[in-house]
């Protein structure tokens, strides 16, 4: 065998050095956040690339996407002594014993909320996490609370900031924040929607701001409510929104208590309707979820599982809205009083639907592969300072996401 001589203090590289193309598209993306983070210090090319390239930050976005064991569950955990809120993340795992069970995963912890504060919402489009949050004392929450704050995190950089706080009118009655990404233009954006109610002379109104992630200040949309697809002032604002397809849509009541799905295209920055389906006369409470990437509906009424079933209304073509029922049988033992309501329902792609039910002081979640019809059982191992006693905490699951390098600044 040839040996490369020494020459002097240099050593010949007898390895081919790869082509950059090669290391910076093919190799570091397939690499978790968490290592690519440290990865910055190894030079500024690389520090630029991982922190703002376009094409690599897609790669890498795509690559956790497509696989669903880069799938990472996010949970709020409450503790009723200390009134903290605590963030964790779980890796999903899919290896089964056998039993209709999975192995244990363990949380990590991500964030901790001060008992000064109190989470009231939160979302979750594309990797990034949007927090909703005021200060207390507060009786209750008003809506001109001045320290209302908007907090959007990365759990997987542990990068994060503060938007710029947004004047409310003293006539505003209610406000809602839709936060999501647009993969047309690449921006990601939280519209504010506020109702407005002039008492003296008894007139509503409707204001829209909108803030794209980068920007340091709110736009005002003009809108004139005769010409929009639907009558925001005959309904709350409350509902949980879905972002797919680079556009946000939640549940409204018409004025004949008919539900409509809103639709806000993030890129024209347009509204639209989108009808539910035809009910058999029941009059069925939706709440609108992601189901496989597709819009779903699920009667809140009917998530009972006494009836050892769940109906879902899935959106299989958007562009014609047509709509397909699929039903859901649950196992015999969830009869318990332990799943007398599902208070979560969140998928991935693959299939899978994670299903969790109250009161949530159970370390564990259950998902439905939708392929095969069956039940399986993921038990969570969460940190021991944070679970030290199951009777005084509570757990939620947020959403599901997969990881990203999406910076927060531009």
Sequence with gaps: MEVAEVEGDHVPSVVPELPSEIIWFLILPRLPAKSLMRFKCVCKSWSSLISGNPTFLGVHRNLRCNNS????????????????????????????????STSPAS???????????????????????CIFYFAKPVATKTQHDPE????????????SIILPHTSLSKYTLQIKGHFGFSPFTNEYKLLQVQLCHDWTSNLFSLKLKILTLGSDSWRC???DLDQLPFNPLSSHLYGESVCLH???????QDGEDRSRIVVFDLGEERFKVIATPEDDGSDPCWTIAEVGGRLALMDDKDAMPQKLMLELWILKDYQNQVWAKETINFPSHWRESTYHHLNSLRTIHTGELFIQSSP??????????????????????????????????RLGLITIYHETLAPLRL
């Excluded at 409450?78 to 890796?91: E, K, Y």
């Excluded at 680079?246 to 409204?252: D, E, M, N, Q, S």
């Excluded at 979640?365 to 021991?384: A, G, Q, R, W």
């Design 246 to 252: 680079g556009a946000l849509h939640w549940i409204y």
């Design 148 to 159: 209302d704050h908007v907090h959007i995190f990365n759990p997987s950089t542990g990068e």
């Design 107 to 129: 949380a990590t912890h991500l964030l901790t909320l001060s008992p000064d504060y109190h989470l009231y919402d939160y979302q979750c489009t594309n990797g990034l996490f």
């Design 221 to 223: 949309i003009e809108v």
């Design 69 to 100: 064991r880069y799938t990472h569950l996010l949970l709020n955990v409450f503790d009723c002594n200390t009134g903290h809120d605590h963030l964790l993340s779980v890796q999903t795992n899919q290896d089964g014993d056998g039993d209709g």
């Design 360 to 393: 949530g002081v159970q370390a564990s979640l259950h998902f439905y592969d939708m392929k095969s019809n069956s039940f399986y059982k993921s038990s969570i191992v969460l940190p021991d300072r944070i679970w030290q006693n199951d009777g005084d905490a």
